[in-house]
């Protein structure tokens, strides 16, 4: 079974910068595509971003493109998300998750598609 260890989070002031960790404990395939997804109080969990299992592609929410950044992938099945301008609207709570996948270059935004899921973290944004 894949545990994914999530690290980062906290209350921050609008305009900071948070970093999240997620970390695949072990490996049953060779590549992960992993993403990133939040669920804010009373709403539905909502997708953010992702990355192909070898890093080379990345996809984004509209609602956090050129603020938010995903990283990682590859062989250390790795992924992080560089949330810089935060808003008092991001939030929630911020849950990583991982496919395994024999297709390097493919990105996956629906949650139906991620077979791991991470603990969740929070991140409140304070105005």
């Known amino acids: 079974q894949v545990q994914l260890r999530v690290s980062g989070g906290g209350l921050v002031q609008a305009g900071g910068s948070l970093r999240l960790s997620c970390a695949a404990s072990?490996?049953?395939?060779?590549?992960?595509?992993m993403g990133w997804f939040r669920q804010a109080p009373g709403k539905e969990r909502e997708f953010v971003a992702a990355?192909?299992?070898?890093?080379?592609?990345?996809y984004y929410a509209d609602s956090v493109k050129d603020r938010f950044t995903i990283s990682g992938g590859g062989a250390e099945n790795t992924a992080y998300l560089q949330m810089n301008s935060l808003e008092p609207e991001d939030t929630a709570v911020y849950y990583c998750?991982?496919?395994?996948?024999?297709?390097?270059?493919?990105?996956?935004?629906?949650?139906?598609?991620?077979?791991?899921w991470g603990q969740g973290t929070q991140v409140t944004v304070s105005s």
């Open positions: 990355i192909s299992g070898m890093g080379t592609r990345t």
């Open positions: 998750a991982a496919k395994g996948t024999l297709s390097g270059s493919t990105v996956y935004i629906s949650d139906y598609d991620y077979d791991h």
């Open positions: 072990r490996r049953t395939f060779s590549t992960y595509a």
